[in-house]
């Protein structure tokens, strides 16, 4: 099993920065790629970033691109989320996921969130 610890959410004003920590804990050998998920109330969750843990290639998505950029640190078995320009619309509970692919399809381990709130 794996374990996810997401930290570093807040409430910040529009145009300020944010750097989200997720600490991964357990069996993190079996870990292919990382991600981070957002949901705001009433709404869907999306994939906003998502990184490999060997190689480090990342993708983002659209909304985020050139605003948000995911990280790791591999003796911290730690993945960031660092987050610039921010808009009323990225507030969401951010969370931190992470793929087995022995597991199937998809994202298996989730952490609990971190609320990020971006004010106008």
């Known amino acids: 099993q794996v374990q996810l610890v997401e930290s570093g959410g807040g409430l910040v004003q529009a145009g300020d920065s944010l750097r989200l920590s997720c600490a991964a804990s357990?069996?993190?050998?079996?870990?292919?790629?990382m991600g981070w998920f957002r949901q705001a109330p009433g709404k869907e969750r999306n994939l906003v970033a998502r990184?490999?843990?060997?190689?480090?290639?990342?993708s983002y998505a659209d909304s985020v691109k050139g605003r948000f950029t995911i990280s790791k640190d591999n003796a911290k078995s730690t993945v960031y989320l660092e987050m610039n320009t921010l808009k009323p619309e990225d507030t969401a509970v951010y969370y931190c996921a992470a793929d087995d692919p022995r597991n199937g399809v998809g994202f298996d381990y989730w952490g609990r969130g971190t609320q990020v709130t971006v004010s106008s």
């Open positions: 357990g069996r993190t050998a079996s870990i292919y790629a």
């Open positions: 990184i490999n843990w060997s190689d480090a290639d990342t």
